[in-house]
């Protein structure tokens, strides 16, 4: 019986807060369980990979050890990224983003594509990968293109929905096959200005022409979406995200297989 794949997921951060009513004064990290539940029911295991840095750090563990152990990356949503990871500073204090997490999953995604094992973003996800290899950021959507639609609505969360069109010929045209208009969730008010060099667009918001899906065109495999896969219900209508799921994972079976190949 095949040994179930295993798929680390970057953790998010909740740094000491004297407001926060448990553990203020320590850093929290943790996953969101839809994004584990999304992976379990596709049969692999889930991981999250704690950052191994800190005022508690226990010294010997790096993130290639992980790298080396486990299938691939899953890097989920959260925190605005830190406009100092794109050479920016922040247009205002709210949107001054997650240093420390930024460093961590920058160093996480080298880690993986180094042990040639894939990657796959999820809206900030997406968003780390294009800073990770050179790109920037739209730090706010509304503010910088105010004739974009309202892609994050607080209240709605993840049933604000819109449309996006999936590039003909593009590798994801080919995972999703007929599906080439398609709803899906929103839940960003960031998102990509200048894309990475080395990547492609894979799907566009058409009202507003905004990013939704990217990959890379080298030989590491690492794709990202802009929605929320984890979210999607498809008795409401939205994307059956599974086809996507599965490519990211069959690449996953491949690189374990190559990696256990005698040389």
């Given at each position: 019986?095949?040994?179930?794949?295993k798929i680390g997921i970057?953790?998010?951060?909740?740094?000491?807060?004297?407001?926060?009513?448990?553990?203020?004064?320590?850093?929290?990290?943790?996953?969101?369980?839809?994004?584990?539940?999304?992976?379990?029911?596709?049969?692999?295991?889930?991981?999250?990979?704690?950052?191994?840095?800190?005022?508690?750090?226990?010294?010997?563990?790096?993130?290639?050890?992980?790298?080396?152990?486990?299938?691939?990356?899953?890097?989920?949503?959260?925190?605005?990224?830190?406009?100092?990871?794109?050479?920016?500073?922040?247009?205002?204090?709210?949107?001054?983003?997650?240093?420390?997490?930024?460093?961590?999953?920058?160093?996480?995604?080298?880690?993986?594509?180094?042990?040639?094992?894939?990657?796959?973003?999820?809206?900030?996800?997406?968003?780390?990968?294009?800073?990770?290899?050179?790109?920037?950021?739209?730090?706010?959507i509304g503010t910088q293109?105010?004739?974009?639609?309202?892609?994050?609505?607080?209240?709605?969360?993840?049933?604000?929905?819109?449309?996006?069109?999936?590039?003909?010929?593009?590798?994801?045209?080919?995972?999703?096959?007929?599906?080439?208009?398609?709803?899906?969730?929103?839940?960003?008010?960031?998102?990509?200005?200048?894309?990475?060099?080395?990547?492609?667009?894979?799907?566009?918001?058409?009202?507003?022409?905004?990013?939704?899906?990217?990959?890379?065109?080298?030989?590491?495999?690492?794709?990202?979406?802009?929605?929320?896969?984890?979210?999607?219900?498809?008795?409401?209508?939205?994307?059956?995200?599974?086809?996507?799921?599965?490519?990211?994972?069959?690449?996953?079976?491949?690189?374990?297989?190559?990696?256990?190949?005698?040389?």
């Amino acid at each position: 019986m095949e040994q179930r794949l295993k798929i680390g997921i970057s953790a998010c951060f909740l740094h000491p807060d004297p407001a926060r009513a448990a553990y203020a004064k320590k850093t929290l990290q943790y996953i969101e369980q839809s994004t584990a539940h999304w992976l379990l029911a596709s049969g692999a295991l889930p991981v999250m990979i704690p950052s191994p840095t800190g005022e508690t750090a226990a010294s010997g563990f790096h993130l290639d050890d992980y790298a080396q152990w486990l299938d691939g990356l899953v890097l989920h949503g959260g925190a605005d990224v830190w406009p100092g990871s794109y050479g920016e500073t922040a247009l205002q204090a709210q949107w001054n983003g997650d240093r420390i997490r930024d460093e961590y999953e920058i160093a996480l995604i080298k880690a993986f594509v180094a042990a040639g094992k894939p990657v796959f973003g999820v809206c900030r996800g997406l968003q780390l990968i294009n800073v990770a290899f050179g790109g920037t950021l739209l730090q706010d959507i509304g503010t910088q293109r105010p004739q974009a639609l309202a892609h994050r609505d607080g209240e709605r969360f993840d049933h604000n929905f819109h449309q996006v069109e999936i590039v003909p010929s593009s590798r994801m045209d080919a995972i999703l096959g007929s599906a080439h208009s398609c709803k899906i969730n929103s839940i960003h008010h960031q998102g990509i200005k200048d894309l990475a060099e080395g990547f492609v667009v894979e799907a566009r918001c058409p009202d507003d022409g905004m990013i939704e899906a990217i990959r890379y065109t080298g030989a590491a495999y690492v794709a990202a979406v802009q929605w929320h896969p984890e979210y999607h219900h498809t008795d409401l209508g939205t994307l059956d995200d599974t086809p996507l799921l599965n490519d990211f994972l069959e690449n996953a079976r491949t690189a374990r297989a190559s990696a256990q190949r005698p040389t």
